[in-house]
């Protein structure tokens, strides 16, 4: 079983619309949660952090269920320029490594 | 401020020969990791470097991958010798501390292609 499961998707979308990603993981002493974009051929860049409280930024909110090991990240009003692949990433207390999703691609249409 | 740079962009070896990926970091990050993503699968962890000492080493997946960090500045990755399964994106990230206050910025990778 994957550390880190996500919807590979593709999720095709018009602009405007609202998409939701969902995210599970499976090591309970992860600590840390982030987002991160990854656009085609490019390296991975953190969107935002995720924390038990929710938190948004702008258009995207991430939202974190530690009793379900489950992160979310809402994006609303989507633009074409959203268009990417979507990674849910996990680190471990203690360790710094980051544990990365297989990520979930968002193509936005016009 | 110059970011994460990695060279080469692309390299294409046959079976059995050696190739050395180069990571430079943000200046200032003492902290240096390595991932790769092979087809088809997540990226994945193969070690981080805290100044020139390896920190954690968990995610190598076999003796013929050797890292260095000689002075604590730029780093290298040698596969030797590949194999057709090594074929991959191999991306370095730096950071100016660990724990998850500070960003992992990632690097463009390197695209390792084996025939």
């Known amino acids: 079983r994957k550390e880190v499961e996500q919807d590979p998707g593709p999720f095709n979308v018009p602009e405007g619309a609202t998409v939701a990603f969902n995210c599970t993981y499976s090591?309970?002493?992860?600590?840390?949660f982030f987002w991160y974009r990854q656009d085609c051929r490019k390296e991975p860049k953190l969107l935002m952090s995720?924390?038990?409280s929710g938190n948004e930024d702008g258009r995207f909110t991430a939202q974190l269920n530690r009793a379900s090991q489950y992160i979310s990240l809402l994006i609303r009003d989507s633009k074409l320029s959203d268009s990417a692949t979507y990674l849910c990433?996990?680190?471990?207390?203690?360790?710094?490594?980051?544990?990365f999703g297989a990520g979930t691609r968002l193509a936005v249409h016009p | 401020e110059a970011g994460v740079t990695q060279f080469p962009s692309h390299s294409v070896i046959e079976k059995g020969q050696t190739v050395t990926l180069r990571c430079d970091p943000i200046?200032?990050?003492?902290?240096l990791y390595w991932y790769r993503r092979v087809m088809g699968k997540e990226i994945k962890f193969l070690l981080h470097?805290?100044?020139?000492?390896?920190?954690?080493e968990s995610g190598m997946p076999n003796n013929r991958f050797l890292a260095e960090r000689t002075g604590g500045t730029y780093s290298t990755l040698k596969v030797q010798p590949a194999e057709l399964e090594d074929s991959g994106v191999y991306f370095c990230?730096?950071?100016?501390?660990?724990?998850?206050?500070?960003?992992?910025?990632f690097g463009p990778g390197t695209r390792l292609t084996v025939t």
């Open positions: 990230a730096s950071s100016q501390d660990f724990g998850s206050a500070y960003e992992q910025y």
């Open positions: 990433v996990c680190r471990s207390g203690g360790y710094n490594k980051l544990i």
């Open positions: 470097f805290v100044k020139e000492s390896k920190q954690d």
């Open positions: 995720v924390y038990s």
């Open positions: 200046s200032g990050h003492d902290n």
């Open positions: 090591n309970s002493a992860s600590q840390s």
